[in-house]
């Protein structure tokens, strides 16, 4: 089965500064795709950034931008200019890519708890 | 805006009592995904419906059940609440066959069981 995992429970970063999400998981499969949401605290999970695996070139939405290494299995998450509004949890999340079955369900990671400082 | 809709947002009952949650999944989505948060255990998975058919079974307790409508919605059944059924319940949806493979969640209707 796969599995998702978020080794840094909290984070904190500096207004305007760089912080890097990490996350490993777990998957016999070649084919999926790769997710960070956001969760702030209004609990809407918002996504932030997805990763096809077949794609060799790291995603990138305006200041978020993944380092997606397939033969490691980890998929950071870089914050880039870091804003007040980007404090939240994040979660890394996997999707089977495979048509049908219990593998199309998201898989979640933990969770990292990013705090923004001013 | 998700486009996902989910009532109630807020519901607080007693132990012992049965509540449904409503979702109404986007326009032309087919699935619809039902997990459960809570403090403990993150984001966990229930259960998953594709065009009025169960699709996939994840963490679902005996005491929950499921269905999707012709119209798709999606109504999600707790009975016999205990004070550990107390989270918050989000429903997604997608679309079926090809597609960018994300999730899109509804705001969440947060239980509290008293």
């Known amino acids: 089965a796969q599995t998702v995992t978020q080794s840094q429970p909290e984070m904190s970063v500096q207004e305007a500064e760089t912080v890097t999400l990490s996350c490993t998981y777990d998957?016999?499969?070649?084919?999926?795709?790769l997710f960070w949401y956001k969760q702030p605290p209004s609990r809407q999970m918002i996504l932030v950034i997805r990763?096809?695996?077949?794609?060799?070139q790291n995603a990138t939405e305006n200041r978020f931008s993944v380092n997606f290494q397939k033969a490691a299995k980890s998929f950071s998450l870089k914050i880039s200019d870091s804003q007040l509004g980007d404090a939240a949890m994040y979660f890394c999340?996997?999707?089977?890519?495979?048509?049908?079955?219990?593998?199309?369900?998201?898989?979640f990671g933990t969770g990292t708890l990013l705090a923004v400082q001013p | 805006d998700s486009g996902v809709t989910q009532t109630p947002k807020h519901l607080i009952t007693a132990t012992g009592q049965r509540v449904t949650l409503r979702c109404s999944p986007r326009?032309?989505?087919?699935?619809v995904y039902w997990y459960q948060q809570s403090l403990d255990q993150g984001l966990q998975f229930l259960i998953q419906?594709?065009?009025?058919?169960?699709?996939a079974k994840g963490n679902i307790l005996e005491r929950f059940s499921a269905q999707q409508f012709p119209d798709l919605h999606s109504e999600l059944n707790l009975s016999s609440l205990e004070l550990g059924d107390s989270a918050l319940y989000f429903c997604?949806?997608?679309?079926?066959?090809?597609?960018?493979?994300?999730?899109?969640f509804g705001e969440g209707s947060r239980l509290t069981v008293l």
């Open positions: 998957t016999s499969e070649s084919d999926y795709y």
């Open positions: 997604a949806s997608r679309t079926g066959g090809a597609n960018t493979g994300e999730l899109f």
């Open positions: 326009s032309g989505d087919l699935s």
């Open positions: 990763q096809e695996a077949y794609k060799q």
């Open positions: 419906y594709y065009n009025g058919e169960e699709r």
């Open positions: 999340a996997y999707r089977s890519q495979i048509y049908g079955g219990a593998t199309n369900k998201l898989i």
